[in-house]
T-cell receptor, first 109, second 114 residues
Framework: KNEVEQSPQNLTAQEGEFITINCSYS?????LHWLQQHPGGGIVSLFM???GKKKHGRLIATINIQEKHSSLHITASHPRDSAVYIC???????????FGTGTRLQVTL | DVKVTQSSRYLVKRTGEKVFLECVQD?????MFWYRQDPGLGLRLIYF???????EKGDIPEGYSVSREKKERFSLILESASTNQTSMYLC?????????????FGSGTRLTVV
């Protein structure tokens, strides 16, 4: 079993839909990261959080430390949101990231 | 904005060649990382470094070595490239643990070994 599990693996949505991507982890963490990877490979860090909720534009990330679970929400989705979204955690005093396998999101018109 | 620059976007090398992948960051980050990304396996850590001349093995170090002679530069070396090292390679950097620990990634190098 992977230390970081994401669901769903693939997601197709119509423009305007509200999207939720889930991440569960099995280890104690110091922080959880949500990353976005567009075709072509470059990865952008969206959020780093260790408690509560963060919001940036149409993106919202929440984390429940007791349940070891995080969600990434996209409101009013748009085709330009199409990408792979990756959940990753850091734990202990190490700075290493442990990654989920990603959620491929396709938003259609 | 912190920038992490990888020297090549695409690289084609022959089996047995020595390959250097270069990564440079411009924000004085202590930590630097090399990952490879393969379909179905996600991102896996090859090596990381938390200071000049310091390095630690990640999850899949076999067949690779690294060099960090200056704080801003972290090189990944494939001593004798093999076809199973065909992959997307991503470099990242971050501040030392305990401080704001966001990560910045490079654009990736897609390496093909033929």
């Amino acid at each position: 079993k992977n230390e970081v599990e994401q669901s769903p693996q693939n997601l197709t949505a119509q423009e305007g839909e509200f999207i939720t991507i889930n991440c569960s982890y099995s280890v104690g963490i110091s922080a959880l990261h949500w990353l976005q990877q567009h075709p072509g490979g470059g990865i952008v860090s969206l959020f780093m959080l260790s408690s509560g909720k963060k919001k940036h534009g149409r993106l919202i990330a929440t984390i429940n430390i007791q349940e070891k679970h995080s969600s990434l929400h996209i409101t009013a989705s748009h085709p330009r949101d199409s990408a792979v979204y990756i959940c990753a955690v850091t734990s202990g005093t190490a700075s290493k990231l442990t990654f989920g396998t990603g959620t491929r999101l396709q938003v259609t018109l | 904005d912190v920038k992490v620059t990888q020297s090549s976007r695409y690289l084609v090398k022959r089996t047995g060649e020595k390959v250097f992948l270069e990564c440079v960051q411009d924000m004085d980050h202590e930590n630097m990382f090399w990952y490879r990304q393969d379909p179905g396996l996600g991102l896996r850590l090859i090596y990381f470094s938390y200071d000049v001349k310091m390095k630690e093995k990640g999850d899949i170090p076999e067949g690779y070595s690294v060099s960090r002679e200056k704080k801003e530069r972290f090189s990944l070396i494939l001593e004798s490239a093999s076809t199973n090292q065909t992959s997307m390679y991503l470099c990242a950097s971050s501040l030392f643990w305990g401080r704001e620990n966001g990560y910045t990634f490079g654009s990736g190098t897609r390496l093909t070994v033929v």
